[in-house]
């Protein structure tokens, strides 16, 4: 790996085919406020947004066990495409923060069913197994399902890779989470997601579509 020989940027939309909860701020919440809120953008009006560090590391870890890793850099292509510091292996991978498409915020900003502006709050709470009892009741924030992202991947190709590896390695992950689940509370249904056809476009040294 001595010279970078392009820049591929795919693009995409993500859909939220459930409510979605990536955890924010919580240490300023008010009485009678939304217990467990989700991370928001203070530059986009306050509007929630999915950060490109959940996207990677959710994907980076369906990877590593689909490929029969118990940890983390226990797979080499997947340090390949991702990077692994033992190694001095830096990250191939760029993943952008995710924002809400226009028509999204337009369409969240005239819901009259929402709690908040963009979100719902949904109450949850844990059953006592043995007295099947309802205990510690909490509402939980979410962006609420219909509501549609823009994703962008840049990849990293060096001299020594074959970029349709690292491509088909990237739409692996993507599948892969189509089929898990994004945020917390995904085992209650929280967080599935679908993407829209990828758009790959080589942004360095020329631009060309493919």
């Not at 085919?17 to 989700?38: C, F, K, Q, W």
């Not at 959940?54 to 990877?63: A, N, Q, T």
């Not at 844990?126 to 510690?136: C, L, P, Q, S």
């Not at 989470?177 to 829209?196: A, T």
Request: charged fraction near 30%; proline fraction near 5%.
């Amino acid at each position: 790996m001595e010279r970078l020989i392009s820049k591929i940027k795919v693009t995409a939309d993500l859909e939220l085919l459930t409510g979605l909860h990536i955890g924010g701020n919580s240490d300023n919440v008010e009485i009678g406020g939304i217990d467990l809120p989700v991370i928001k953008s203070p530059l986009h009006r306050g509007q929630p947004y999915i950060p490109g560090s959940s996207l990677k590391g959710k994907m980076r870890c369906l990877l590593e066990q689909m490929n029969g890793s118990s940890k983390v850099g226990g797979c080499g292509k997947v340090n390949n495409l991702f990077g692994y510091s033992s190694e001095n292996r830096p990250s191939k991978l760029i993943v952008r923060d995710a924002y809400l498409l226009e028509s999204s915020v337009k369409e969240l900003e005239n819901c009259d069913s929402l709690d908040m502006p963009y979100t719902e709050g949904k109450w949850e709470n844990t059953i006592d197994r043995v007295k099947g009892t309802a205990e510690h009741p909490r509402q939980i924030e979410r962006v609420p399902a219909g509501a549609f992202f823009h994703v962008e991947f840049i990849i990293n190709v060096w001299d020594d890779d074959k970029k349709e590896e690292l491509l088909d390695l990237l739409d692996e992950g993507i599948k892969a989470l189509e089929n898990d689940y994004l945020g917390g509370n995904g085992s209650r249904g929280y967080g599935q997601v679908r993407f829209s056809p990828r758009t790959i476009e080589t942004v360095f040294p020329k631009s060309e579509s493919n």
